[in-house]
């Protein structure tokens, strides 16, 4: 069933609080603001102890365009790294401009784009998901594969102010477990949705948005 990312980052809120009044010494603190575009929003948070967790923070930080939030869901260079490869199809479309929109993308790409999209859309960005494979989390590295929808409204840039733009397409998400049990990304693969209905890919998005 998809769940917004307003509807998971609410749950997530009073979940959070539930524990924090249950579980005694539980700490728990929301991630520090970084300053624009998240300054003086409450961004709800909670450890990754699985990767249905990293996806709920991954929608949380959308919905509150939250940077640091965002990029805390990826794997550091110092654990080894992040990669995002597009769809081919996506990559051949994009003609001679194919390869600087999308090859070598790593972790510093990732922040240039959503610093990008955040800056020019408005509101938050709802993204919801639809597990296909679910991830076997006996493993210290495990894949999901989940479509997805993710809907921006615009107010600057390439689009119409107030122009709501849907996304469409299926992502694996391959995750790793740290030293601390904790759970982030380290390889995303976007592929076209089945019946795209005339959307582009988040790759796209992301090759738009890539300086």
Aim: glycine residues 10%; proline residues 4%; negative net charge.
């Amino acid at each position: 069933m998809r769940v917004s990312a307003w509807v998971r980052a609410a749950s997530i809120w009073l979940a959070a609080g539930a524990l924090l009044a249950s579980v005694p010494g539980c700490i728990f603190s929301p991630r520090d603001d970084d300053g624009a575009p998240e300054e003086g929003n409450e961004i709800p948070w909670v450890t990754p102890t699985d990767t249905g967790k990293v996806l709920a923070n991954l929608a949380a930080a959308l919905a509150g365009e939250g940077t640091s939030n965002y990029m805390d869901c990826f794997t550091t260079a110092e654990e080894g790294g992040f990669r995002f490869f597009v769809d081919p199809q996506d990559s051949l479309d994009a003609g001679q401009e194919g390869e600087d929109r999308y090859a070598n993308w790593v972790r510093d790409d990732e922040a240039t784009y959503i610093d990008g999209v955040f800056l020019e859309s408005t509101g938050g960005i709802d993204v919801s998901f639809s597990t296909v494979d679910e991830p076997d989390e006996t493993e210290d590295e495990t894949y999901r594969r989940e479509d997805y929808e993710l809907t921006i409204v615009w107010q600057s840039g390439d689009h119409q102010p107030g122009e709501s733009v849907t996304y469409r397409g299926q992502v694996t998400f391959w995750l790793k477990r740290d030293d601390t049990e904790l759970w982030s990304i380290f390889r995303w693969v976007d592929r076209r949705a089945a019946d795209p209905g005339g959307s582009d890919t988040w790759g796209v998005l992301r090759g738009d948005y890539r300086q």
